[in-house]
């Protein structure tokens, strides 16, 4: 029954005719599209119009995307769908916008009405096989965009993020955190909102209560401005000098200075390639500080990864290669895009805060409200490698005072240095510099000061104040000298010569040597340590010298990994311990529990036990721990939860995806296939899995966005996604809303025919999973929801007929059904059973 003719030997002949009729004729773009088909013999006019025809959209010459489009005689082109983009410059929003208005069917020639973007004229060449949009922008020169805009009319949502922690023992009072952290998004404003319960183990156990930030922020092009309570914290400076003497914890007040929230950031790839070597299709994660910052997949054998999505800067970063969900190597690597300041019309760069010192609902500082207190900080770009800073504060009627000066050598070699004074407390002073080289860099820092930490606190990186332990009240000084250099792929080594004079006192001195290898045919990783340093309270004021020799052991690819040590160091009294231990580490998939970890140690004073459990669900992540001490036996645990909720309007969730950006994306996920997982990337660099149910995906803010919907693994089921991609333009705070929907499909393939059996051609079949195009002939394939096995047919906006089909009575091939010839005429009903006509 089935004799399809072939599009490709189709198309070719149509290339081949629109070559002949450029060769007689010059390619006009405005000359019309029945003109351009009088080139052709006249049996092909049947394969140019209303049939599928492969071709390339451009936009002011700018390549938009491979496509499947459609052709009438009455000049009209209508986009099927695009078959390929990835070597599109335009943003996803852009493509996004022009596919949904060539989808609905387009008039060749001047746009007359709802032209997008400022589009002028649309023409379709034969010759080349392409579709040219041409908009009011086409011959003006592109200009660099500086800032993104922000979201039409701003945007709305709620994200709080809640951490709880908790840990006591035997003889040791409980202690515990409860912190908050809220970000809000209204119109163009983003509210913050920060607070913790806490309770110390030491002698003050009562519960202390704060709130460290109550204000609003609006982000402009270049600058911000911020109201409310909060801790005026260092925003937008390449440098901020380092100053002497406790600062205001919490003012209420203004703020006012330079921003790069908005700016554009041109991604540039590292100076330094990285490289890693695959025996199979594999995906590399890449982390900086145990967090997630990028993925991507690599094809076999030696890769060169794409850096350019990385945020700027000199850092390292940890290189995991993944083959078949199993890790097959790890590697430390150093990303090199040093963020040189080289704009010398924007020389100045600044904060002001002015306010009154203030403790709103805090019982954390023993000091009154009310004093005044202002800041300013600047930075100034006096050579394009030299960058100045000054900055001056009044807290509590002392001036603090500081300057900075950063020297940026060569792309590899940068100094810095800081000089700081205060009333009454002192003087301090600073100096770094680092060098990189091929494998291997320098870095040598010294720094002095008159310190005084009776009565101070130390901020988290989650924001979270404690008060410092240690405290000391005196002169220190550090100085130190460290090198890492690789001497493999494999193996590298590092060294520190510091001498400290304050806390501890005297010369240490660090040398490690690690190495990743293969052991019984399993990834291992080897290091071998020895130290000599400065004595503490911990080690009865007696140096700390010893070594180390630790191995760590994956066994096969089921998460199993083993790792041990020996070595010998200082005990609490002073003497020599000696100490071993092992762990059993398990990883585990599609489980609450994400791993379970045991640690039986040995050392001079006994056995110690200790024990790890990390668990996730879809409302909170966290982990439990506990020990017993070798050298008391007494028993100590804790427990970390944390968990986010987001709110977009009406829709609520509660998630334990971690808040690493500063907006969000809830998407329901309504499934027609079981214990299905989707994979969302977002086209900035990260990733969620999501499943059926309510989810929440971390974006970005500010800029537009896209996230790519697709089946998680290699099984890929007989089901479609939609939408399979969307947008999202945020400000910080900001949470959309999604619904996808996977339909559970079958490959349809048939003809059309009309009521005489006559072939229809370019003819639209549409149904709930997708749509198809009928060919020449009539024939026709696409994917049809089981669900909903329902297909109707359009043309020129049209709907001619509808059918509803029988799965279970059609013939089958696996996953596609043979229907056979379809008469389509207006008596066809669309909650009538199709009976299928059998072929001769």
Known sequence: MFSKTPIAGALALIICAGALASESKPADKSVSLLQQAEGLPAEFHEFFFDVPLAVRVEVDQQFLGEAMILLTRDERVTLINFSDTRNSDLTSAERDEWSAFLTQGVALGSCKSACPRQLQSVHYSLADSMVSLVTANAERDPQTRQFHDQPEGGSVGLIVRNQLNISGGQEQNAAGRYGL??????????????????????????????????????????????????????????????????GPDTVLGMMYGSSDSLAVDDPKPSLYPISVTANRQAMVEIYRNGVLINSQQVASGLQTLDTRPLPGGIYEVEVRLIEDGQVISTNQELIYKPTNWRNPENRWRYNLFAGRESKLLSNWQERDDGDLTAGAAFNFLLHPRVVLGVSARQVKEQMQMGTSAELTVSDKTSVFSSLSQTKGEGTGVEVQGVHHYNGGSLVLRHQRSWLDTRNTYETLPDGTHIRQRNTYNGQTSNTSLSMSQRLSSRSSVSAQVSQSQGYSEGMGIDLSWTRNAQLFGNAADWRVAVFDRPGTVGTADQRNRGIDISLRLALGSDGHQVSGSIGQRTSRDGGRDANASVTYRRDLKDHVLQSVSATASRDVYGAGLAGTVDFKTDQVNGSMHAQRSSFNGGVTGGLNLDSTLAVSGTNVVLSSQATTREAGMIVDVESDVDDIQLRADDFSGTHSTLRAGRNFIPVSAYKNGTVNFDFNGTDVPA???????????????????????????????????????????????????????????????????EKSPTLEVRHDSQLLCQFRLDPTSQRRENDVLMVGDLKCHPDTLAEAAYKSEKAS
């Not at 002698?203 to 911020?226: C, M, N, P, W, Y």
Request: proline content about 2%; cysteine-free; hydrophobic content about 35%.
């Open 181 to 246: 952290e809220a970000s809000a998004s209204l119109g163009n404003w983003t509210n913050t909102f920060n607070a913790q319960l806490s309770r110390m183990s030491g002698v003050d156990t009562g519960i202390k209560h704060a709130v460290h930030e109550l204000h609003a922020q609006r982000e402009l092009e270049g600058s911000f401005f911020r109201a409310g309570y909060f801790t005026p914290s260092a925003q937008g400076l390449t440098r901020s000098a380092r100053t002497i003497g406790a």
């Open 719 to 785: 089901a479609t996604i939609q939408p399979a991609r969307t947008t999202y333009h945020l400000n910080k705070g900001g949470v959309d809303y999604r619904q996808v929907r996977i339909l559970k499909t079958v490959t349809v393939m048939g003809r059309l025919v009309d009521a005489n059996g006559k072939p229809l051609k370019g003819h639209h079949v549409i149904n709930h999973a997708s749509r198809g195009v009928s060919e020449v002939d009539g024939f026709f394939s696409m994917e049809l929801s």
